[in-house]
């Protein structure tokens, strides 16, 4: 019977020579003085250590990657990711599973993308370690990750994409008021002769190799975030306008199936790009009842395009953000039907392609006086060699000098041969052209859209929130950030899936991005994950003590910002749950 719990004592041992000291606590036991714990505080200098704040010199460091790493694996819980992935594709408890190695690749995707054979080594250098404990180099090599990527058909992924933006629209209560669509095309090196891959063609690349074969890809974005929707890869031949009406049917169905809706509710807009425009695209969308938000080529609508920027019916802006903006509204039949248009001018714009003109102006200039200086030359006799252009082949040349906007507008040229029958060159700039395009075409945008009841502004903002797509480009593109490359796929099936876990990608750094935007830091993409990559873990480990089996240790962030601590209690990533990665 324990009778008196507080006798407590400082003991002295001495072992083999040395002494050590224990702090323990005695009570009456059944009659007798009993210990009842015992704790080991070291030898003297420990004690001495421990009282003057220092301690044994560390035996070395190791730091792994945690702000970026913890952000982007609470975003993937939170999606399910894996779970949604293993619905659809279980397979017996042998190692990790299908949604497990989706969900490694999708996270590499979104921090530093890398091929499948140095992920491990990327891994080991991150806190995802902890999440992916069953992780080892022969569990992530490269054939590994093959033999589950093949296990996803294209069907497959559809449906599980569904599954996952489904409930992403429902935990985070995105609205879908408006949607915006854009494509791109992203180039491949995979071989000309290769038959295994149809999708990957040869076309009109928009990072100009156009001589390699390309992929092109379609997607559907909120248009208050980054949050993408719905995506599509085909063929890289294929011309945006034709794929047009394609991608909005899928999407009509992807609504419906995903998330019991339809567009034909009232609250969903579509806004896309000129490049799309189309009688018929917009027959579709009409039969589809499809609100709308577009624009319209200025030469599409001459009239409009000419009036002058200084015309009467101009109304500035009131909203913010379009201090610079003035507009007006009318309506005309475009495309089959009568149609709302609202000219824009921006003084920013106007700014802007008015020094690009300059540019234009006098690069043409340069090289039209280079090629005018070698056919005088050549009249002269100080050129002899070669063969001696043409009339039609000097035009050519011109022609493709001045294939800028509005070049052939502004600089008139002759060409005539001389009485050596040598073809001279002469050029001037007509000023008049340059003051009318100042006074008409520049600085102009034209917005289409059947949405009557909205405002100018609101109208104006909803068109502008197309960034937010082309934003996603330039990232995914991005050799820093991007998450799309290296593409070492050569397959239809293999290039599906990399585009699958790209768009997870996406996602999860959509998500991350748009808490820190509600939560009021106005913060682009690019520096989020750079302030976040720049958090630490840091494990410091001492040497060990005698008989124990592992090293002392103590775990730290590094060093953080202001800014950098609101990021992580916003996006709940909390250091204090910190546990060793062993």
Not at 273 to 297: A, C, P, Q, R, W
Not at 345 to 352: D, H, P
Not at 572 to 579: H, S
């Amino acid at each position: 019977m324990l009778t008196r719990p507080d006798m407590e004592r400082l003991e002295k041992k001495r072992i083999n020579g040395h002494t050590y000291y224990y702090y323990s606590q005695w009570a009456w036991v059944g009659g007798r003085c009993r210990r009842l714990w015992q704790k080991y505080l070291g030898k003297p200098q420990d004690i001495l250590y421990a009282v003057e704040g220092s301690g044994p010199t560390p035996t070395y460091a190791e730091v792994f990657h945690f702000g970026l790493s913890e952000t982007l694996a609470n975003e993937c819980r939170r999606a399910q990711i894996i779970d949604k992935v293993d619905a659809h594709c279980p397979k017996r408890q042998q190692g990790m599973s299908v949604g497990t190695y989706l969900a490694i690749a999708a996270l590499n995707r979104a921090i530093a993308p890398l091929s499948k054979s140095a992920i491990f080594q990327w891994l080991a250098t991150t806190t995802l370690r902890r999440h992916f404990p069953s992780t080892s180099k022969t569990t992530l090599a490269s054939q590994r990750f093959w033999d589950h990527m093949e296990r996803l058909d294209c069907d497959m992924t559809r449906m599980i994409w569904k599954d996952i933006i489904g409930d992403v629209i429902a935990r985070e209560a995105l609205t879908l008021d408006a949607v915006c669509y854009d494509g791109t095309n992203f180039y491949t090196f995979i071989d000309t002769f290769n038959a295994r891959c149809d999708i990957a063609k040869r076309g009109k690349n928009k990072q100009g190799r156009s001589n390699l074969r390309q992929v092109n890809y379609a997607l559907f974005c909120h248009a208050d975030s980054q949050v993408p929707l719905y995506y599509a890869l085909y063929d890289g031949n294929r011309h945006d306008s034709k794929q047009f009406p394609q991608m909005i049917a899928n999407f009509h169905a992807f609504l419906r199936d995903a998330f019991g809706a339809t567009p034909q509710s009232p609250q969903l807009t579509l806004i896309f790009d000129k490049g799309n425009n189309s009688k018929e695209n917009f027959g579709l969308i009409d039969t589809l009842k499809l609100h709308y938000v577009g624009s319209m080529k200025l030469s599409e609508v001459k009239d409009l395009a000419t009036i002058s920027n200084q015309d009467a019916r101009w109304m500035p802006c009131q909203t913010l953000g379009l201090e610079t903006t003035k507009c007006f509204r009318v309506t005309q039949t475009v495309y089959g039907k009568s149609r709302t248009l609202i000219v824009t001018y921006n003084a920013n714009l106007f700014q802007t392609q008015y020094l690009t003109l300059q540019k234009d102006i006098t690069k043409a200039m340069t090289e039209l006086g280079t090629l005018r200086q070698r056919l005088q030359d050549r009249a002269r006799g100080l050129i002899t060699g070669g063969q001696c252009p043409t009339v039609n082949s000097l035009t050519k040349q011109c022609q493709s000098i001045l294939s800028r906007p509005y070049m052939k507008q502004i600089i008139r040229y002759t060409v005539e041969k001389d009485n050596r029958d040598i073809p001279q060159l002469e050029y001037d700039i007509d000023h008049d052209v340059i003051k009318q395009l100042s006074d008409t075409y520049l600085g102009k945008n034209l917005i289409i859209t059947d949405r009557e009841q909205w405002g100018n502004d609101q109208t104006i903002l909803a068109y502008r929130s197309q960034f937010h797509i082309e934003n996603v480009f330039k990232e995914m593109k991005d050799r820093d950030i991007g998450s799309w490359w290296p593409l070492y796929h050569w397959t239809d099936q293999k290039i599906n899936v990399h585009s699958f876990y790209c768009t997870i990608a996406v996602l999860l750094r959509a998500l991350a991005h748009r808490r820190v935007k509600q939560a009021g830091i106005d913060i682009s993409m690019k520096r989020l994950l750079a302030e976040l990559d720049e958090i630490k873990e840091v494990i410091v480990l001492y040497p060990k003590k005698r008989g124990a089996k592992t090293s002392p240790q103590h775990t730290v962030l590094s060093k953080t910002s202001e800014l950098q601590q609101s990021l992580l209690s916003i996006l709940d990533v909390k250091p204090e749950e910190i546990a060793s990665l062993g």
